[in-house]
């Protein structure tokens, strides 16, 4: 199965790599994905149920947003839109030499939740935003969700040539209003739609406020290889049964044997969860801390002859 629809092998990676570098910094792709892939890629970030004590990886709850921060672990088409290789054409035209991964997720958007206009040529220290950095990068974010007025993908062409005048880690919502408001670019586009932006351009999800409204959304940046920053990147987990051509370049692409410090985005606990996550973990855990409690008490009044004759009553089958 194409992850992608067939226009999207007709591209041409050099003119992307140009619109990218010397033209608006961004290019887009409208109603890209093929459709079966988008299913598979949407059943990822249903939360089928809170990750307690679970050896698998899944869905995390931080601030009322689902995420799922290990698409290449789960995700065949997620894994395949990553390594395309109209992919990796794009990024060998737009970059000079290596480059790599540096972080995938797919994530739900929330009502009144403020993204302030940013790049995203950040350098960490752990969990820490540490600067700025001046190396390429491309950030490629797909629609899962129609997207018209309400929260759209919002950049300012043209911002990669001067953004690093600033080296702040966001840039103020009055600063955008006065000086660039009129420049502005919502991205209205479909579902199955892609944005490549160049990773200094300032953009951000419009700010909304319509409960209920969920996009969603999946994205990968990839940057090219730090030397003076080992360790660039987030710490990734890929399914090594997704890695059906295992060429150098694919798995270097990957960061195979390359050191990634960042710790998976977003940092979630408990702590992280809102009172009716907490409510409806409660109520699963609760029956089953019930249904402990009685078998301990049984254990202990029961003689041991009687709880044998238990076990093997209600022992599975062989
Ligand atoms: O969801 C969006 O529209 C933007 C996401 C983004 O810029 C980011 O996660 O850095
Ligand atoms: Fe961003």
């Not at 299913?39 to 809170?50: G, P, V, W």
């Not at 065949?76 to 000079?96: M, N, P, Q």
């Amino acid at each position: 199965m194409d992850v992608y629809r067939a226009a999207f092998n007709s591209c041409n990676p050099i003119e992307i790599a140009q619109a990218l570098t010397t033209g608006d910094g961004y290019y887009l792709f409208e109603d890209i994905i093929a459709e079966d892939a988008l299913a598979e890629i949407l059943s990822c970030i249903e939360l089928k149920e809170y990750l307690v004590n679970n050896n698998n990886v899944g869905v995390v709850r931080a601030s009322s947003m689902n995420f799922h921060s290990h698409t290449l672990a789960v995700s065949k088409c997620c894994y395949d839109l990553v390594t395309h290789e109209k992919v990796r054409a794009i990024c060998s035209s737009f970059f000079a030499g290596p480059h790599k991964i540096s972080n995938q997720r797919i994530f739900e958007t929330h009502t009144k939740a403020h993204m302030p206009w940013h790049t995203d040529n950040n350098l960490q220290d752990g969990n820490t935003f540490k600067g700025k950095h001046e190396l390429p990068g491309i950030l490629f974010l797909f629609y899962l969700s129609d997207v018209s007025e309400i929260n759209p993908f919002q950049l300012i062409p043209g911002s990669h040539k001067w953004s690093a005048q600033h080296n702040q880690r966001f840039f103020a919502d009055k600063y955008i209003d006065q000086t660039h408001s009129a420049d502005i670019v919502s991205v209205q586009a479909p579902k199955g739609s892609l944005i490549l932006c160049n990773t200094h351009l300032i953009h951000r999800a419009k700010p909304f406020d319509v409960p209920g409204f969920k996009r969603k959304t999946f994205l990968f940046q990839i940057d090219a290889l730090f030397e003076n920053h080992l360790g660039h990147g987030e710490q990734l987990l890929i399914n090594p049964s997704f890695v059906d051509n295992t060429d150098p370049a694919i798995l270097s692409y990957l960061g195979f044997g390359l050191k990634a410090s960042y710790p998976t985005f977003p940092q979630t606990s408990v702590a992280t969860m809102s009172l009716q996550d907490l409510w409806l973990l409660q109520k699963n855990i609760l029956p089953k801390t019930i249904r402990g409690l009685a078998l301990s008490v049984l254990k202990k009044a029961l003689p041991s002859t009687a709880l044998i004759r238990l076990k093997n009553l209600t022992a599975p089958k062989p």
